[in-house]
């Protein structure tokens, strides 16, 4: 693995058995969160590396599409996952891992949790909407079942800054 640089994508590199779990790892995660397998495999694979990678050489070490990898790679920087940095000398786009966990809970809750949040809470409006046109009015058990949801998006609201507080309260 030494002494081949990032331009050289003809050399097949292996990637070490440390590095496999840890993709493992990350891609359990980005599974568990609804998030495409690809995800997990570039993200645990860029933890790994010391040194910046760019798209080819991400395409060439974890034998991925240039597709998948433009995608992964795409929706790791909305996130906040991934930030590009750059190599001197190497005009393409090289990135590495952002290794904060209060920066990558606080990407995962601004473009995942409180999109879904805003929406939910539009449903749960439209829910209203539909139980009060019911023939003969809400029942009781329509009324109890709203009740539940708008207590649990009030407790959601509440619980997500305090788990954003808490976090940027970390030192990582």
Known sequence: MTGMSDSDTSEVVKIEPWEQEMIVLFTSAANMFGFR??????YGYLFCREEPL????????LRMSKGTVSQGLSFLRK?????L???PGDRREHFQPELSLK???????RDQVY????SGG???DHIEEVIHQEKGGPSKIMLERLKSLRSWEKQAKLLLPII?????????
């Open 79 to 83: 996130a906040g996952a991934v930030k």
């Open 115 to 118: 999109p879904h949040m805003e």
């Open 54 to 61: 760019n798209l080819e050489t991400l395409m060439q070490r």
């Open 103 to 109: 920066k990558l809970v606080a990407g995962f809750l």
């Open 164 to 172: 954003q507080k808490f976090l940027s309260a970390g030192k990582s």
């Open 85 to 87: 940095t750059f190599v």
């Open 122 to 124: 539009e449903r749960i």
């Open 37 to 42: 397998k690809s995800v997990g495999t570039i």
